[in-house]
């Protein structure tokens, strides 16, 4: 099939709409993301879906890379996530891509529906995360590739040192942070729950992200730190909030460089 309607094409840097899909995407998505999209398969795909969408990442930019002839959704049920999501299929009218707002853990699909599914950064960190692996298993056909995203313990182990150190003296503190930190994924770990659902791993690809602060102060007060981070880190300080960060910041005082252990993760559905 050939469609020639990208001649004409007129690339509007003044149009609002335009602007709005432009600047569309967190850093730290796209460090994920980035590796999802070089390594996952292209070929031979008429039907895809990407679980927990969020605000359209990396469903849109799969559904363009794939072409017009894949049929691509996802699924996510944050439903500001995906007004904007909405918003950028509108600007880039991208034809071949369907939201639906919903959980992973009762999805509107046919078994055996799908040839390839992704998620980055999203199943495998769901509140039900076995109930969305077997929902996962139900949609893919037998022979389809799962391609997965997730950081991986040892995730930000600068910072965690600086924290351990800053909790030594608060045994439940320390306790706390021993469970968050052991909550990340591991490549052992995340082999076996696919391998459980139903999904055979086939390749693995470990990349190493960095994140670069000035100092602890500018790490704290960074808009996506705060976002994504920051409750959880106040609930391992919990009434001991403003103490433990004050020493956390007075160890935190020269260049902060955070290592962020990714992996991509490819199964097969047997
Ligand atoms: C860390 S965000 C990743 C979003 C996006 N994939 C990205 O790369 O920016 C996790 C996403 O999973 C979604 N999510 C949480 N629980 C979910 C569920 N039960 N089913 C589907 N998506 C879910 C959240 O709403 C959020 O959009």
């Keep these: ?8 094409f007129n690339a509007d840097f003044s149009s609002p709409q ?14 994920f993301g980035l590796l999802l999209l070089e390594e996952v398969p292209l070929a031979n795909v008429g039907r895809a879906l990407d679980v927990g969408c969020g605000t359209g990442f990396p469903l849109i930019e799969l559904a363009e890379r794939l072409g017009v002839t894949a049929d691509v959704h996802g699924i996510d049920p944050w439903t500001a996530g995906l007004e904007r999501a909405r918003q950028k299929i509108a600007a880039r009218a ?18 055996g529906h799908f040839d390839l599914i992704v998620s980055n950064l999203g199943v495998n960190n769901f509140d039900d995360r076995a109930g969305a692996m077997r929902e ?54 995340v082999r076996q729950f ?20 000035a100092n602890g102060d500018a790490l704290l ?44 993760i490819e199964g097969m559905a047997t």
């Design 94 to 111: 991208t034809p071949n891509v369907t939201i639906h707002e919903g959980s992973a853990m009762a999805m509107p699909f046919d078994d």
């Design 221 to 264: 007060n960074h808009h996506f730190i705060k976002l994504g981070f920051l409750d959880a880190w106040k609930e391992v300080a919990a009434d001991n909030a403003p103490e433990i960060f004050k020493r956390l910041l007075e160890r935190l005082t020269g260049k902060v460089r955070l290592t962020i252990p990714m992996a991509y």
């Design 1 to 8: 099939m050939q469609r020639l309607d990208f001649l004409t």
């Design 136 to 189: 996962c298993r139900r949609v893919a056909r037998d022979g389809a590739t799962i391609a997965l995203t997730t950081n991986l313990q040892g995730h930000m182990r600068e910072f965690y040192d600086a924290f351990a150190e800053a909790v030594a003296d608060d045994a439940e503190a320390l306790r706390r942070l021993e469970t968050h930190i052991a909550h990340r994924a591991t490549i052992p770990g």
């Design 18 to 31: 335009i602007l709005a899909a432009y600047d569309e995407l967190p850093l730290w998505s796209a460090m």
């Design 194 to 213: 696919l391998q459980e659902h139903g999904f055979e791993v086939r390749r693995i690809v470990e990349r190493e992200g960095v994140m670069r602060f």
